[in-house]
Nanobody
């Protein structure tokens, strides 16, 4: 049984940084991703990483500011958030696929964490 637990969210001023972590249990030889959901909006893709870490994909809105990485020895995926903007405020969710290739749509992910709140003040 796969469990995903996110941590690292919080309140930060615009221009600041946070690092989110997602600790996974169970079989972890698979691609993983981060999504976010702002109040009143649908959940949207943020970033994804292949099992090996050799391929990453980002939403245009975060490209150049966010970095996804993983440490397979620790079964953990990270999302480094830099140059944060108020519009980055959202609940951030970690997700895992059952396959190794990256994906950018929700339905391609099989497991989800509970989310961690990121709030960016102006």
């Amino acid at each position: 049984q796969v469990q995903l637990v996110e941590s690292g969210g919080g309140l930060v001023q615009a221009g600041g940084s946070l690092r989110l972590s997602c600790a996974a249990s169970g079989r972890t030889f698979a691609a993983m991703g981060w999504f976010r959901q702002a109040p009143g909006k649908e959940r949207e893709f943020v970033a994804a990483i292949s099992w090996s870490g050799g391929r990453t994909v980002y939403a245009d809105s975060v490209k150049g500011r966010f970095t996804i990485s993983r440490d397979n020895a620790k079964n953990t995926v990270y999302l480094q958030l830099n140059s944060l903007k108020p519009e980055d405020t959202a609940v951030y969710f970690c997700a895992k696929r059952d396959t190794m290739g990256v994906a950018i749509t929700e339905h391609e992910y099989n497991y989800w964490g509970q989310g961690t709140q990121v709030t960016v003040s102006s």
